[in-house]
């Protein structure tokens, strides 16, 4: 009868711990775990086995006596076989805080300095330059308005020298 006179948490058991994956070459173990919990999470892979344990088991526990013995060892030890061949989910380890040497910081510090210090003075240029178009602008109002007013004695000068004589010079 093999794994069917076993409890059905001894059978459960032996599924996960044949489900889990383990890797050589001194690779972690890959296994899922619960946040809110410090048991593992059964993967819906384990849950279906476990049900069709449980269902083994019923199966047994129904069959009175005198019957015969069951032929549903093969179906188990398949189940077995199965959960040592399928591959769980890849989880991602937890990312782990990198020490940085005191050098390495330093120069990451010396270099964010420089890149401020350029940007500081790119700013600095573009007022600069601002500051000179605002000088331009002004002093081309000050160019117009002398223009404007020296056309404007230049008209009034033509307009006293036609109406003195009729004639224009």
Known sequence: HGNLDKMPRECLKIIESKSKVRQSRAKA??????????????????????????????????????????????????VESNCVNQALVYQAPIPQTQKVSQLDFESYVKA???????????????????????????????????????????VNANTALSSGSGTLP
Not at 36 to 55: F, G, L, N, Q, Y
Not at 134 to 152: D, F, G, K, R, W
Request: no cysteine; hydrophobic share 30%; charged share 15%.
């Open 29 to 78: 173990i890959v296994s899922k775990v619960g946040t809110s919990s410090s048991t593992p999470i059964i993967s819906s892979d384990v849950a279906e086995h476990k049900d069709m344990v449980r269902a083994l088991l019923l199966d047994k526990k129904n069959q009175s006596p005198t019957q015969t013995p069951s032929t549903t060892p093969a179906p188990v030890k398949a």
């Open 112 to 154: 964010n300095d420089a890149i401020l210090r350029n940007m500081q003075s790119q700013g600095q240029n573009t007022q600069n330059q601002y500051q000179n178009i605002q000088n331009q602008y002004q002093n081309l109002q000050s160019q117009m308005a002398t223009l404007t007013e020296m056309m404007s004695k230049l």
